[in-house]
Nanobody, 122 residues
Framework: QVQLVESGGGLVQAGGSLRLSCAAS????????MGWFRQAPGKEREFVAA????????SYADSVKGRFTISRDNAKNTVYLQMNSLKPEDTAVYYC???????????????WGQGTQVTVSS
């Protein structure tokens, strides 16, 4: 099991950028595939992006392709989500997910952080 703490959320105008961070505890962070999900009010949690343990494989939701970039720094036990060209429909609580299997991460099957709020104003 790994403990996850997200940060970096906030209020931004449409077209702006934010970078989310997810800090993980434990010495085995580099063994985990990492993912980002989001949940808007009244909606189900949805997949945003994921990256394999080495960074060699990534996956993105169609709604964020070309705007969001996932990255990781295994030396810092941290995964990032760079969000550019933000839209009001990106408003949601963003959650970090960690799993020992990439596919499981994309399905939200791993451990979760507490989330960080992102609000995009029009």
């Amino acid at each position: 099991q790994v403990q996850l703490v997200e940060s970096g959320g906030g209020l931004v105008q449409a077209g702006g950028s934010l970078r989310l961070s997810c800090a993980a505890s434990g010495r085995t962070f580099s063994s985990y595939a990492m993912g980002w999900f989001r949940q808007a009010p009244g909606k189900e949690r949805e997949f945003v992006a994921a990256m394999g343990w080495s960074g060699g494989i990534t996956s993105y939701a169609d709604s964020v392709k070309g705007r969001f970039t996932i990255s990781r720094d295994n030396a810092k036990n941290t995964v990032y989500l760079q969000m550019n060209s933000l839209k009001p429909e990106d408003t949601a609580v963003y959650y970090c997910n960690a799993a020992l299997n990439f596919r499981l991460t994309t399905m939200g099957g791993g451990d979760w952080g507490q989330g960080t709020q992102v609000t995009v104003s029009s």
